[in-house]
């Protein structure tokens, strides 16, 4: 089993619209989640940290379920630039380094 | 200092030859991180430094990885007798410790090795 697993989609949805998507993490005593988002042949950069009471940033909400090991991203009103993968990643302890899932891809379409 | 930066972009080498990708992390970053990337997958983690130590190496990193952090600030890896199964993007990332449970990583635009 894979410490982090995400839906690869693709997720196709019309511009406007609201899309949401899961991931689940396997260690139970992982300590921050963030959400990186990775370009065609580019690098992955930092979308959002993902905080225990949830949190959000302009169009994008995150959340965290430590219960049922699994975090989420939702993307209001999309955007055509928001079209990319979507990794789900987690920081297991403070001498792990960030473990990744192998992505979620969106693509916005008019 | 405008962040991670790594060299070269793109190399193409022929099997049983061998490279060496260097990257230089934002300076006041004490840690550096190599994964490796392939199609579909997500990053995959290879070997870390905190300042010129190597802490961690991966499974991954077969007898023919090499990588050092000489002064704690660039590093290099190297693959030597390269295979095809070694094509893939090798991307490096930065971080200061004690604050990458906070902020994660910031990760160089990679290096795409194509072995032919």
């Known amino acids: 089993r894979k410490e982090v697993e995400q839906d690869p989609g693709p997720f196709n949805v019309p511009e406007g619209a609201t899309v949401a998507f899961n991931c689940t993490y396997s260690?139970?005593?992982?300590?921050?989640f963030f959400w990186y988002r990775q370009d065609c042949r580019k690098e992955p950069k930092l979308l959002m940290s993902?905080?225990?009471s949830g949190n959000e940033d302009g169009r994008f909400t995150a959340q965290l379920n430590r219960a049922s090991q699994y975090i989420s991203l939702l993307i209001r009103d999309s955007k055509l630039s928001d079209s990319a993968t979507y990794l789900c990643?987690?920081?297991?302890?403070?001498?792990?380094?960030?473990?990744f899932g192998a992505g979620t891809q969106v693509v916005v379409t008019p | 200092d405008t962040g991670v930066s790594q060299d070269p972009r793109h190399k193409i080498t022929k099997r049983g030859q061998n490279v060496t990708f260097r990257c230089d992390p934002i300076?006041?970053?004490?840690?550096l991180y190599w994964y490796r990337q392939t199609l579909g997958q997500g990053p995959e983690f290879l070997t870390y430094?905190?300042?010129?130590?190597?802490?961690?190496k991966s499974r991954l990193l077969s007898d023919r990885f090499s990588a050092e952090r000489p002064k704690g600030s660039f590093s290099t890896l190297e693959i030597q007798r390269t295979e095809q199964g070694d094509s893939a993007m090798y991307l490096c990332?930065?971080?200061?410790?004690?604050?990458?449970?906070?902020?994660?990583?910031?990760f160089g635009s990679g290096t795409r090795l194509t072995v032919v």
């Open positions: 430094f905190q300042n010129e130590a190597q802490l961690e």
């Open positions: 990643v987690v920081f297991p302890d403070s001498w792990g380094k960030l473990q």
């Open positions: 990332a930065s971080s200061l410790s004690g604050t990458d449970s906070n902020y994660g990583y910031t």
């Open positions: 993902v905080y225990s």
């Open positions: 300076s006041e970053h004490n840690r």
């Open positions: 260690n139970s005593a992982s300590q921050s």
